[in-house]
């Protein structure tokens, strides 16, 4: 009889462990649907760790917004003189029309990028969701702002650079055609690019979240950061081939170095992706390069006009009879001279 009592003992204990073991499979199989559920609803994704998608927003601050005003004034500043220059000169000799193009390139696989790792934060500060209010959405977009204005600001510098391109003809591949209609050509060759490159992140709008195109995203920022890497690279060739600054702006090269580096700064600061930072910090290394090759350029073509004005007015000197003098430089107007002064450094 003990020995029945224990074996039915024993048989309860087993059917125990059966039904707990049916609720631990129930509570799992909960888990997971609750988990696919949080997948599969749209916005409320479930965040990773192993991730660069930008998930949570970040604590609105005044110093955020003042970071903000200053780069995209920054943008604005380092545009104007490089735009007014090139018009005042109505010349773009000595600017890169290469360079301006993989610029354009570059900034809008730079935008896409920023875009795409930031998508999650935008839907839920398009939601009004808790936790993405105004000032926390607006600190959490300040490299977007900066990157998308940055792209806008430049864009229009090609064409106007194109229509002041030379009309001299020049053989390209085989096909004798002017500067300014090959400037035109390039024009179309690398908007095409451009918008091949954004049709993915329309896609994507589509009810596509940053997590399925995160690798595309990274992508972008590989290209951008082989772009920085390369796009000064004309410019640079340029300025040391036409052995004076031309048409491109000294205080734009300082403004964007200067503004760039701040951006650079608060990008890293701010736990932003390798692939946004980085590229712009070998960009602006580069876009030093440039300055120092114009300043040397034209503090040497400054020396050797110099030299020719003193070598003439000597010979004038020689041949001056009864005393007359006539020095052509004197008697231009004072006004006109600081005016050419002030747009050839700007």
Same mark, same amino acid.
């Given at each position: ?8 003992? %024993? ?24 988990? #696919? ?20 927003? %970040? ?20 545009? @104007?003189?490089? *735009?007014?220059?090139? @018009? ?57 702002? *900066? #990157?998308?204005? *940055? ?13 002041? #391109?030379?009309? =001299? ?6 096909? @004798? ?21 954004? =049709? ?16 595309? %995203? ?88 110099? =030299? ?33 002064? @002030?747009?050839?450094?700007?």
């Amino acid at each position: 009889m003990v020995e029945a009592t224990l074996g039915r003992v %024993a048989a309860l204990g087993d059917e125990r462990g059966k039904v707990l073991s049916a609720f631990a499979r129930l509570g799992s199989l909960g888990a997971i649907d609750d988990r #696919t559920k949080t997948i599969t609803d749209g916005v409320d994704f479930r965040p990773t760790t192993d991730t660069s998608c930008f998930l949570t927003a %970040a604590r609105a601050s005044d110093a955020a917004t003042a970071v903000m005003f200053v780069f995209l004034s920054g943008c604005v500043l380092g545009a @104007v003189p490089q *735009y007014v220059k090139v @018009v005042a000169l109505r010349s773009s000799e000595g600017l890169s029309l290469t360079s301006l193009a993989l610029m354009n390139v570059s900034n809008v696989c730079a935008t896409m990028n920023v875009f795409v790792l930031h998508y999650e934060q935008i839907k839920r500060c398009a939601s009004g969701m808790d936790g993405y209010g105004y000032g926390d959405c607006q600190a959490s977009l300040v490299t977007l702002y *900066y #990157t998308l204005a *940055y792209t806008l600001l430049w864009v229009p510098l090609y064409p106007i650079a194109a229509y002041y #391109t030379s009309t =001299a003809k020049v053989e390209y591949f085989g096909r @004798v055609m002017t500067k300014r209609r090959a400037a035109w050509i390039g024009m179309v060759m690398h908007a095409v690019p451009c918008l091949l490159l954004a =049709a993915p992140v329309g896609r994507m709008l589509l009810g596509s979240t940053c997590y399925e195109f995160e690798n595309y %995203a990274l992508f972008l920022g590989l290209l951008n950061a082989l772009l920085e890497t390369t796009r000064y690279v004309p410019q640079l060739w340029e300025s040391i081939k036409a052995q004076t600054s031309g048409a491109m702006s000294y205080m734009r090269l300082l403004l964007s170095v200067g503004g760039g580096l701040g951006a650079t700064i608060q990008k890293a600061a701010m736990n932003e992706s390798w692939s946004t930072w980085g590229p712009p910090l070998v960009g602006h290394g580069l876009e030093m390069a440039i300055f120092c090759v114009n300043v040397f350029n034209d503090m040497t073509g400054r020396r050797a006009c110099g =030299a020719v004005r003193d070598m003439e007015s000597a010979e004038e000197t020689e041949e001056l009879v009864d005393g007359q003098r006539r020095d052509d430089d004197e008697k231009k107007p004072s006004s006109g001279s600081a005016w050419s002064f @002030v747009v050839h450094y700007l």
